[in-house]
C-alpha cells in the first residue's frame, strides 16, 4: 500500500510539476519566410489560454519586439472557459 501512496505521489508531482512549466515556461517561436519579395513582417500570436510569461507579460513582449513586426496578429484562443 505504501509503495501506491508513494507512486500516486510521485505522480501528481510529476503532472503538476508539467502544468506548471507548460503555462509559465513554454514560449515558442517560429520563423517563416515568405516566396513574395515586399510582404510585411508580421508577428502572430495564438493560443495562450491566460498563460503568464512573466511580470507583465514581460518575456512575451521581449520575444515579440526581438522581431521586429510591422503587424501583429492575435489569433486562437487567449482563455480558456
Given amino acids: ?20 512549466f507548460e503555462n ?8 517563416y519566410t515568405a516566396a513574395m519579395q515586399g510582404l510585411p513582417r ?14 507583465g507579460q514581460k518575456r512575451l513582449l521581449h520575444k515579440v519586439a526581438a522581431c521586429k ?3 501583429i496578429v492575435i489569433t486562437g484562443d487567449l482563455v480558456s472557459r
Avoid at 500500500?1 to 506548471?20: D, E, F, K, P, S
Avoid at 509559465?24 to 520563423?31: F, I, K, P, W
Avoid at 493560443?47 to 510569461?53: A, G, Q, S, T, W
Wanted: proline fraction near 2%; glycine fraction near 8%; charged fraction near 20%.
Fill in 1 to 20: 500500500m505504501n509503495h501506491i501512496r508513494a507512486w500516486l505521489g510521485v505522480a501528481v508531482g510529476v503532472l503538476t510539476g508539467w502544468a506548471v
Fill in 24 to 31: 509559465t515556461a513554454m514560449l515558442r517561436v517560429r520563423h
Fill in 42 to 55: 508580421i508577428v502572430q500570436i495564438s493560443d495562450l489560454h491566460k498563460r503568464r510569461f512573466g511580470a
Fill in 69 to 71: 513586426p510591422e503587424y
